[in-house]
């Protein structure tokens, strides 16, 4: 049963502390999405790699947040230093090769909580 | 700037009810639309449309697209508890992610 796998599923932290999301997408998918998502504004694209190269990554404040894919099956989603403000579910999500590469399946999600 | 609506943002029904989600979207090089069912966890994919006027049925679920009026309907036929979640639209575009609306809540009691 393919599908994408995201650890941690629940993360609490402290303000100021470092966090990683892993994310090992499905199998023979090339593209690979990062979003948020919060109450108040729905679904975020963070960024987005197609063959591992990062392909956009406007929605994502450069200053503490870094996605970086080190090998096809692994995409790292890092915060430093973390802020309260981070607070939301981190879905990852990978698409197929071709002309169903628009759409995405996603991971369960990090529901991340900074305190 | 590309930007997906859905309406209404929420709706509650009977079951046995049949609903009408809408989506609208503008985006600059539209490549497709699809609809995704976000109950409790990760959105989960419904549909993809990427031709106008042929509609994607999936048991009491359909959709069509008017790539003319850019906007989407998704149908739900005699509802149950079940369907009750967030419906979500994202649209496609040639060169980027999805970009997905706020999303519909939908709330069916027995």
């Known amino acids: 049963d393919a599908r994408v796998t995201q650890t941690p599923r629940h993360k609490v932290t402290e303000m100021g502390q470092e966090v990683t999301m892993r994310c090992q997408p499905i199998?023979?998918?090339?593209?690979v999405f990062w979003y948020r998502q919060t109450m108040m504004q729905g679904l975020e694209l963070l960024a987005y790699f197609r063959n591992r190269a990062p392909l956009d990554d406007s929605g994502m404040p450069k200053d503490r947040f870094s996605a970086e894919m080190p090998d096809a099956t692994l995409a790292t989603l890092k915060i430093q230093p973390s802020e309260p403000r981070d607070s939301a579910v981190y879905f990852c999500a990978s698409g197929p090769r071709g002309r169903r590469r628009t759409e995405a399946f996603f991971g369960q999600g990090t529901r991340l909580t900074v305190v | 700037e590309d930007k997906v609506v859905q309406s209404p943002l929420s709706l509650v029904v009977h079951e046995g009810d049949t609903v009408t989600l809408n989506c609208s979207y503008e985006v600059t090089n539209f490549r497709s639309l699809l609809w995704y069912k976000q109950e409790k966890k990760a959105p989960t994919f419904l549909f993809m449309l990427t031709s106008s006027g042929i509609e994607k049925k999936s048991g009491r679920l359909s959709s069509i697209l008017d790539k003319k009026e850019l906007f989407s309907i998704l149908n739900i036929t005699a509802t149950q508890t079940g369907d009750s979640a967030v419906y979500l639209c994202?649209?496609?575009?040639?060169?980027?992610?999805?970009?997905f609306g706020k999303g519909t809540t939908l709330s069916v009691s027995s």
């Open positions: 199998l023979g998918h090339n593209t």
């Open positions: 994202a649209v496609g575009d040639a060169g980027t992610a999805l970009i």
